[in-house]
């Protein structure tokens, strides 16, 4: 006896991060970021804070009583300690608002996820019901539907805690969590002139985040319809009665049982006859809901970012405390290579993901290009694709840089990956958005075009000598990634293009992070600030950027056999 173990320590989430000050140097009006500086160095403490409550309370979760002791129905969910905790400081620090508040123009939504970045890993996955909060409003902003505006927005944007809405996004049906075009759920007029134009949904919703929203966006097929997407309509839900309760035709079937996110209360609802109103007209609801999904992917993203430089974060710390083999694991040469691998990816998915919430920013500023909107269209999914897989892998090693602590429910470490697993699954698994990135890349002309533009003008600041092997690296991959879209234009064989898909999207996620990261890296070094960040790009080149030559049909077919 007389051996104990120094448990890892989270250091202080901003003055410690080895990317996050360097890159709003770069990114950001040096008046804007002195201004924020405070609240960064305040959230940042608060992350450790929290952190220390996350652990403390790993074993509540959310409950879910269907009926009162008098038989009636009521779908009460009581919320963790720290979830209600986390709805006070999303809305008094702006989590969501900042972004609509647009204090910095174009920068407002690096503001907001600089904020996000630094605190949510600590928050159990309240992320969930904000990115679809902040979908939600860019929804209802983008449908033009004045009414919903007026009567929505400020309430999902409000700086109130007691005033705060948080929203649903139902999407998920039984039939097709994926190809959401086979959604069950029917919309009848409900001809009541107290809600002119109104319609009631019946139908069930399978999957359904943070069911204790105040409001969803969601899908029906008005009856009548056709099929697919362009045959349902996206519709307004207010789920709450005036004492809180859930609104009639609205029923908890129960919570899921799931994997990780298990502070998140994900519910199967019965939808019988609940009220809604149109959002957009009564069709194309595929294409009308894309405003929230775009929003919620780029916060898919950050979370896969925030997820990897918290488990990074704990690893290296480790690395200081635990001694094997008569030395501490940071002085073992195979333990170090390792965690530089991992850092390099959580440094080139910060890259790729910020590229992307800027873009976001200058849209709603109003002042990005064609060529810009083109490139969110296309990044979008490749960000989200390409950190989801990223936060899994970087996860998984992470938790086995603790050996068999990683594996051990009490050290709160296998959070880590429970809590990553989902990123690649939810919004849309990396399949489905490989397919997307395929489509757009062959339906839109200029789309390739703005993402190599973008590849060019990043490998143009990328001139320091010592980034030469990364700039090549991400040169060859982007031939190769060329290629197959050349291929893929001329229609050579769809099963192969299909099957090879996943591996050209990757590709291009991969290749823009290193390119983004070597561009840091090179003005990280004009600017004196240092080689870790050039470390970081030629790390991130070594682990591997093209991943085109994996495909082949004929041989998959054969080990399906
Ligand atoms: C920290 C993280 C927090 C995250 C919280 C998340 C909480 C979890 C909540 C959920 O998981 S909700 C469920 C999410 N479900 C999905 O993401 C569905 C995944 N499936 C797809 O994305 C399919 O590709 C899709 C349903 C879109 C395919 O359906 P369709 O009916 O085949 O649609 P299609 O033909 O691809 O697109 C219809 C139109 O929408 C087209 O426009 P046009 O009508 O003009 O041709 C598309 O271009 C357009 N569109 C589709 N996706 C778009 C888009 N436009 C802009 N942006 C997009 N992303």
Redesign the pocket.
Known sequence: MGFFQDPPRLGHAYREDPILADWLARRLPHDMLRELSPALDELGAEAVVLHEAQLADRENEPRHTPWDAWGNRVDRIELTPLWQRARVLAAERGLVALAYERRHGEHSRVHQFALNYLVQASLD?Y??PL??TDGAARTLLDSKNAALIARAVPRLTARDPLAMWTSG?W??ERTG?????LTETVARPAHDPAWPGAYRLTGTKW?T?ATTSEMALTLARPEGNGP??RGLALFYVETRREDGGLAPGLVVNRLKDKLGTRKVPTAELALDGVLAHPVAGLD?G??NI?SM??V?RT??A??ATWGMRRAVALAKDYARRRVQFGASLAQKPLHVETLAGLEAEAEGAFCLTFRVIELLGRIEAGIATDEERMLF?LL??IAKLTTGKQAVAVASEALECFGGAGYVEDTGLPLLLRDSQVLSI???TTN?LSL?VL?VVLKEPGALAAFEAEVGRALASADDASLVAPVAAVRSSLAHARAFAGAASASADPARLEAGARGFALTLGRALEAALLAEHASECLALGRGPRAAAAARRLARNGLDLIAQTDPADAELLLS
């Open positions: 996955v992320s969930c990115a679809m996004q999407m998920t969590g994926s190809d959401v075009g999957f985040s697919g997407g194309d595929v294409r894309s999904l775009n919620t916060w898919n950050a979370g269209r979008t999914p939810w919004e849309g489905v997307d489509r």
